[in-house]
């Protein structure tokens, strides 16, 4: 390496230090105030965010709760699903996804993805559900569809097969807050929508938070009742078996500060993911963003030739400074507590998940986020290039 007076900015995979260095007397100032308060549970903090996330996504109501995996487990609870009900949801996700039907004592299903946006597959998802019907041991109660990576499942497809059968269609948006499809943004196009605020997502707190949005008050309802322990309209009045999963009064403070940069740090998340692809077409696989639909970029993977093509990728990578990361190594089916439940989902076996196999091999994930100048994803590029 030639030596050079000034060393490169660091690149961080993820960057919470860049935001907070240019908001951080409004979230000192934000913070201050519940302290002062002393309301740290249900302050009022939790609906102002509420009301301001439902604008945003223009969706009815908010819920917030106390992560994006308690998002689905109330949603879910708050349509009864348990024994005896067959979930859909891909097989190439994170592991909230399928761990929460388990909990709650249903069986997932797991679904192939498309080679092209690694969501849902319709047609896989259309066939198991039809081997789930004609066994007749499951009922097929709902499909969870994940906007990976940030970019929007199809909806409107999702959503017609699961209207013609009278399914329940969650969208668990945990990567893709700000992403939208036809112009609406997620948080609107299936019943219901639940968010993740992890520090690394799109809109991240300084811990674990999360919402749901809906629009129907119906179900808003039912989850403030089901956040609480499943409180009635008094405090000690209670109706259902509920949780504790309410969104601390901090992290809503944080979220408010944070907010108002959300919008532009998505447009710094489109420009970086222009670059990449505009530099790395070609050489390696880029992500494919379907006409209609606008991703969040809450991750930024390429697709390599192979396992060997990928490891020498990252090696590169690291060589030249830059972080990478493989989001996922293994798909859920072939996971040691999903194993088994996959296998016993469809009698004498489920069909395989070819895709959601193959990409574990290929995919690897560039650093992304809302303050990456363009010199420093030029320096991605170059990283990984030099190891192809
Ligand atoms: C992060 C994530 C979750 C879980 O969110 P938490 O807030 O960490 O509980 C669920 N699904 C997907 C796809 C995620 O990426």
Known sequence: MPFTMTDPRPIAFFDMQAQQRLIRAEI?????????????VQGPEVEELEIQLAAFAGAQHCVGVSSGTDALQIAMMAEGIGRGDAVFLPAFTYTATAEVPLVLGATPVFVDVDPATFNIDLADLEHRIALVEKEGRLRPRAVVGVDLYGLPADWPAIRALCAAKGMFTLDDAAQAFGGSLDNRRLGVHADATALS???TKTLGCYGDGGALLTDSAERADLYRSLRTHGEG???YEVL???MNGRLDTIQAAILLAKLPLLEGELVARNRTAAIYGHRLAGRVGVPAVPAGSVSAWGIYSILLQDAAQRAAVQAAMQNAGVPSAIYYPRPL??????AQHHAGAIAGGPPPLPVSEDLCQRVLSLPMHGYLDESQAARVCDAVLSGL
């Open 28 to 40: 000192d100032r934000r913070v201050a105030a519940v302290l002062d308060s002393g309301r740290f």
């Open 233 to 235: 309209k008094t405090r």
């Open 240 to 242: 259902r078996t509920g």
């Open 333 to 338: 089916h072939r996971q040691p507590a999903y």
């Open 197 to 199: 605020f992890y520090p």
